[in-house]
Structures are given as structure tokens and as C-alpha cells.
């Protein structure tokens, strides 16, 4: 078995910063990518960013140069470091961990609530 766990998310107001963090944990052979994905109240469920296993990351056109997403390999965990929030952000955010063997694992969610 395979347990992801989140943390991080709350409110803030517009302009403030997050961070959210995902720890993987269990039966885990290897990973390949890890990200979040979030969904908003009445909204299908977006990928917002992506890091590979070998660093590379890839951003919904939204959250560019305001969301950085990171991993700690040694620790089998993913980051997603949020800047100048918007309103628009507000949902609740997924960690995604593809592993090896027995594929896509996903998180419980956190909730993130950007408002004044």
C-alpha cells in the first residue's frame, strides 16, 4: 500500500503565499512524475503542475511564474510553493504520485481558500 499525505493549504489572502506539501509513503518501488492537481466548486478536476523524476516541470498557463513546484527524492516528497494567490485559485488541491508497477496514486486533498 501506497499513502499519500498533504498539508499546507488554509486560507490567504489575495496576494499572500502558500505552501503545500505531499509526503509519499508505503510499498514504493520507484517514482516516476509527481503533482498536484486541483478542483474548484463546480469545475472539472486541472492538473496545475508536474516535475519528473528527473527535475523537469510543466505548469498550467494560470499559475506560470507564481507556483513552483519541487520534489525531494530521499524523502519521497513534492512541494508546490504558491505566490501571489488569486481568488481564482481557491480549490482543493490533490497531491499525484505516478509509481512504478502500480501507477497513479492520489492524495486526500487540502483545501485552499484565496480570499479578503
Known amino acids: 500500500q501506497v499513502q499519500l499525505v498533504e498539508s499546507g493549504g488554509g486560507l490567504v489572502q489575495p496576494g499572500g503565499s502558500l505552501k503545500l506539501s505531499c509526503a509519499a509513503s508505503g510499498n514504493i518501488f520507484s517514482i516516476h512524475a509527481m503533482g498536484w492537481y486541483r478542483q474548484a466548486p463546480g469545475k472539472q478536476r486541472e492538473l496545475v503542475a508536474v516535475?519528473?523524476?528527473?527535475?523537469?516541470?510543466n505548469y498550467v498557463a494560470s499559475v506560470k511564474g507564481r507556483f513552483t513546484i519541487s520534489r525531494d527524492n530521499a524523502k519521497n516528497m513534492t512541494y508546490l510553493q504558491m505566490n501571489s494567490l488569486k481568488p481564482e485559485d481557491t480549490a482543493v488541491y490533490y497531491c499525484?504520485?505516478?509509481?512504478?508497477?502500480?501507477?497513479?496514486?492520489w492524495g486526500q486533498g487540502t483545501q485552499v481558500t484565496v480570499s479578503s
Open positions: 499525484i504520485v505516478d509509481l512504478a508497477v502500480v501507477g497513479r496514486r
Open positions: 516535475v519528473a523524476s528527473g527535475g523537469g516541470t
